[in-house]
């Protein structure tokens, strides 16, 4: 993949989604002596940043039926896009996605098959997809997902002007940093990027340990939209690794006071998958004094 990708799902997507807001953050600015802005894409059509990827998949996918596994948010979204283009969406979830995530992917018209667990979950649908021919539109192991979600990077630095030193991005199957740490590739000064999980889901933090994607045992986690393994031989794991700073970690407390912070100072409604990289910033994961550093809030719906 390049950065033309990401170009050119912009072009293709822009009528589609909304230019999510950019703002200054007195109080992560404060607290983390730099200057920091928050780039909310809680406030993205159907709450979260999974809006642009479905979008660009489906614009470019063959008419009919698609598959895809989800622990929510994709699911929503893609159900929404789908909705609006007309193709037929089966939908396989862990039942213990939110449940208003799940009705809202019925209600759009989708198919939608429960499983035990998230990994559960993308084995089936990438079955079905084999079995019987119907494209798989992964959340995160997909070019063209990889590329609309790139499209918030893009927002970032024409928004911001002078390109920002750090951005600091949720990371689950890794298609949100890897799309960005393309975007970064177009400004003049390319920012840093770096990723944020939850300790309870570590699988790029392993990964880059051991040089590639290996299993690992998932927790429970608030950040249940970034909870799983990744697909053996993803293409983020190389965007990653080759394009990023690295990954560091967050605890369920860390997340926790995150997504309070955010609507106690901000007045911004977080859910746990989007609050991690503010998560990371209130903790001191980072050394960002003195620089000039956004952070992606990646998702509202909780």
Known sequence: MTPDDVVNAAGRIESRVAATPLVRSSWLSEAASADVFLKLENQQ??????????FNALLQAPPGRVVTASAGNHGRSLAFAASELGARLTV????????????YIRAHG???????????????????????????????????????????????????????????????????????????????????????????????????????????DVRPTLADGLAGNAEAGSITFELIRDLTEGVVTVSEAEIAAAMDGLLEHEGQRAEGAGAVATAALMAGRLDVAGKRVVVIVSGGNR
């Open 45 to 54: 059509l159907e709450g979260s940043f999974k809006t642009r990827g479905a």
């Open 92 to 103: 396989y979830a862990p039942r213990t996605a939110p449940a208003a995530k799940l009705d």
């Open 110 to 216: 989708a198919t939608l098959e429960l499983c035990d667990s998230y990994d559960d979950a993308e084995e089936r649908a990438l079955e079905m997809s084999r079995a019987q021919g119907v494209p798989y539109i992964s959340p995160y192991n997909h070019r063209d997902v990889v590329a609309g979600a790139g499209t918030v990077g893009l927002e970032v630095i024409e928004v911001i002007g002078e390109s920002p030193d750090l951005i600091v991005v949720p990371v689950g199957g890794g298609g949100l940093i890897g799309g960005i740490a393309l975007a970064a590739r177009t400004a003049a000064r390319p920012p840093l990027v770096i990723g944020v999980e939850a300790d309870a889901s570590p699988a790029f933090t392993t990964a880059l340990a051991h040089g590639r994607i290996v299993p690992i």
